[in-house]
Structures are given as C-alpha cells and as structure tokens.
C-alpha cells in the first residue's frame, strides 16, 4: 500500500469533502481514518447544507482525536460555492484531498421536468465539482494532491427518467478526464469513481419533475452496494494511485453493449426501468 507522498516536516493532510454528513461522504471519513498510519494526522473539513449533521459528525471525529472543521453550503448557488471556495482558501494552505461526492438526482421523464430542476442538478454534480477544483487548485498544487469526483455509471449510458443526472454526470467526465491530462505535470492527481447503484439517501431524496420529492419506486439493475463497501473499494483506488474505478456488476457490461450493440441496450434499458414510464401512466 502506497500513501500519497507528503514531506516529513508536514504529516498532517487536509482532506476536503462534500456531502460529508451521511451516506456515502461520512463512509470515505471513516475510511479514510481508519486508512491512517500511526504517523499521520489528517485534518477534515466537512462540506454538507445539513448544519446539525455536520456538527454531530465533527464531534464524533474530534471524540476520537481527529481535527474537523464544519462548512455549511448549498452547492446548487454558485455564489456559495464561491464564498466556501474562498473560506477554504484562508482556512488552509494546502488540500491533500479534494472529494466532489455531494450529488442530487431526479427521477422523471425529460418532457416533464422543469428547467429548474435539471438545472439544479447540474449546478450540484458538475458545476459545484468545476468550481471547487478550480478555487482550491493553487492548494492542491501545493500539496501534489488528488481530486476525487464520485462520478457514476449513468455518465456512460442512457439510463430512463435521469437524462438529466446522465447529462451532468457526462460532463462531469468529460471535464476531469481532460483536467488530469492538463495538470498531471503539475503534480495533481485526479481519480474518477463510476459507481453503479449505492445504498445511500441520493435516490431517496431525488427530485421529481416539478422540483418536489419522487414518488414512484426507484428502478435498478444489479447489486446494491453498501456506503461502506464503496467506501473502502474509493480509498483502497486512490492509495493505489489509480485513475478510474468502475464496478463490477451488470451495469459495467451494459456500458460495453451500449456501445457495441446500443439499439439492444436500449430495448433492454426501457425494460429494465419501465417503472418510469408506468409512472407517468399512473400504473407505479
């Protein structure tokens, strides 16, 4: 097991992480601490729109003999993506880990979702992992660091009732594939994680068209992984030094037949996840 390279005169490592309340955020905390050598001291800074969670998580660290700082933001504003990029920037000189894992996702046709919507979920699962690469990149360089972007399959395949999470998490890929090539002479890494379906609260917070809670049953395909699981699989790639990390279930092959073969993905994506379409019917 390698650890990224820090210097010994500076054994504490700065790990920045959105959506760190619960879910899948507070499960790469935990791994993360429980990935620490004796010798090293990581200190947290904790992003989340939940306040109260994020203090509870905060203490829970500190109990424990880990630093964590709280910050409140709604990543769907971009001047508060801004102000905490600038907050970060005072707060610390330099950022071991930068973790894009805050998400949103909708579950409603494309014609029946408001422009609001898709335009609040691209604000939270591209635009805010842009934007804080970007405000936290001179701390990232300082410290040869890495960005890990919580990606997902839906970014390589069509997948019913999420064009617009399959949309945003597109060209969350796009942009970071292309970022690392630019900056990978300047020492900072980049590891891009594709998970299939997690068992975190993203789906059961998705939005419906009109912006409100989705009703109907959540449509998958394959295993449902724990947080932890994902969790560990995440830290266990970025000690490796790895680049990309996809999942090893239905959803990888079906990325190869779309593809190969996308008019049969197609046929067998709509069968998959008709629950969508019956929605809109009445009949979920």
């Known amino acids: 097991m390698n650890l990224p390279s820090v210097s010994a005169a500076n054994l504490e490592q700065v790990y920045v992480i959105t959506g760190a309340a619960g879910g899948l955020g507070w499960a790469m905390v935990e791994a993360l601490v429980a990935s620490l050598p004796a010798h090293r001291q990581a200190h947290f800074a904790l992003i989340d729109l939940d ?27 971009e001047q508060a993506v801004s102000d905490l990029c600038e907050h970060l920037r005072e707060t610390y000189k330099q950022v071991d880990l930068l973790i894009n894992n805050a998400g949103i996702t909708h579950r409603s046709l494309s014609t029946q979702t408001s422009n609001a919507v898709i335009r609040r979920v691209m604000a939270v699962d591209y635009h805010a992992p842009v934007e804080l690469a970007q405000g936290l990149y001179s701390q990232l360089r300082a410290a040869g ?18 064009a617009g999470y399959c949309a945003a998490k597109s060209a969350l890929h796009q942009y970071f594939e292309t970022f690392r090539e630019e900056v990978r002479d300047e020492g900072v890494r980049v590891l891009m994680v594709y998970p299939s379906f997690v068992a975190t609260n993203i789906d059961k917070n998705a939005l419906s068209g009109d912006g409100g809670r989705a009703q109907h049953k959540q449509s998958t395909v394959g295993e449902i992984r724990t947080a932890d699981w994902m969790a560990n699989r995440i830290v266990q790639a970025w000690l490796s030094g790895e680049e990309r990390l996809f999942p090893r279930d239905k959803s990888l092959f079906g990325a190869y037949l779309y593809k190969l073969a996308p008019r049969l993905f197609l046929k067998q994506m709509v069968k ?13």
Do not use: H
């Not at 905060?58 to 709604?74: H, I, N, P, Q, Y």
């Not at 660091?145 to 999420?162: D, K, Q, T």
């Not at 998959?272 to 979920?284: C, I, S, T, Y």
């Open 51 to 77: 306040g109260a969670a994020l203090c509870q998580r905060a203490k829970s660290l500190k109990e424990r003999g880990v630093e964590a700082d709280t910050f409140v933001a709604d990543l769907s504003d």
């Open 272 to 284: 998959n996840f008709r629950v969508e379409l019956d929605a809109v019917q009445g009949k979920a």
């Open 145 to 162: 660091g890495c960005v890990i972007n919580i990606s997902s399959m839906a970014g390589w395949m069509p997948v019913l009732g999420r």
